[in-house]
């Protein structure tokens, strides 16, 4: 079955640090998302991008954070100048159409 | 404003019994999607089961299965003859028709006693 495929599985950083996560979404998907679930809490929406722009974003997804696919198979997102709170489990989404997500298996972010 | 509410932080179950997961939500519009994710402590996202909100069927899969009330605003999970390797947190989730954000509850951890 297709999978979603985030890279790496966990990332430490250093506050003040730029990362960027990785996903490789399902190749015939048009929709691409990503979501953020902090420890203990729920999951959140962060952004949704088709067509190669941003569809729509949170309050959370501010100037910090960017999104990009910048050759077709790759979508990544961007954080720059990480602080402590933006410690989470990433998640990357995708899907063709009209509903079921397929979500990756998630990057955990440690910024120490 | 949509939201999703789990009122039930945990809940425990017997191996082989069944169990039922509490799911209200909150929404204006008429067309929708409703969906259980289950998240293991691998923290993966993993789809259990979907339910659209035009259809007055529940929908079933396998042991899973859901009590979609859409006058009430609620959409229980049962889980049926239950297993060990159903422990994990269950994510109720909404998504309008008119857009692909999801909106998810808070979540209900589900422990299965042996």
């Known amino acids: 079955e297709p999978e979603v495929t985030q890279t790496p599985s966990h990332q430490v950083t250093q506050m003040g640090q730029e990362v960027i996560l990785r996903c490789v979404p399902i190749?015939?998907?048009?929709?691409f998302y990503w979501y953020r679930q902090i420890l203990g809490q729920k999951v959140e929406f962060l952004v949704s991008?088709?067509?190669?722009?941003?569809?729509?974003k949170s309050e959370i997804f501010d100037d910090q954070f960017s999104v990009e696919r910048p050759d077709g198979s790759n979508f990544t997102l961007k954080i720059r100048s990480t602080k402590l709170e933006d410690s989470a489990m990433y998640f990357c989404?995708?899907?063709?159409?009209?509903?079921?997500?397929?979500f990756g298996s998630g990057t955990r972010l440690t910024v120490v | 404003a949509q939201t999703v509410t789990q009122s039930q932080p945990e809940m425990s179950v017997q191996e082989a019994e069944t169990v039922t997961l509490s799911c209200t939500y909150d929404?204006?519009?008429?067309?929708?999607?409703l969906f259980w994710y289950k998240q293991p402590p691998s923290r993966q996202m993993i789809l259990v089961i979907r339910q659209e909100a035009y259809k007055q069927q529940n929908a079933t899969e396998n042991r899973f299965s859901v009590n979609f009330q859409k006058a009430a605003k609620s959409f229980s999970l049962k889980i049926s003859d239950s297993q060990l390797g159903d422990a994990a947190m269950y994510f109720c989730a909404y998504s309008p028709n008119t857009g692909n954000q999801f909106y998810f509850g808070t979540g209900t951890s589900l422990t299965v006693i042996p």
């Open positions: 190749s015939n998907h048009l929709y």
């Open positions: 989404a995708s899907n063709r159409g009209p509903r079921g997500y397929t």
């Open positions: 929404t204006s519009e008429s067309d929708y999607y």
């Open positions: 991008f088709y067509n190669n722009e941003i569809s729509e």
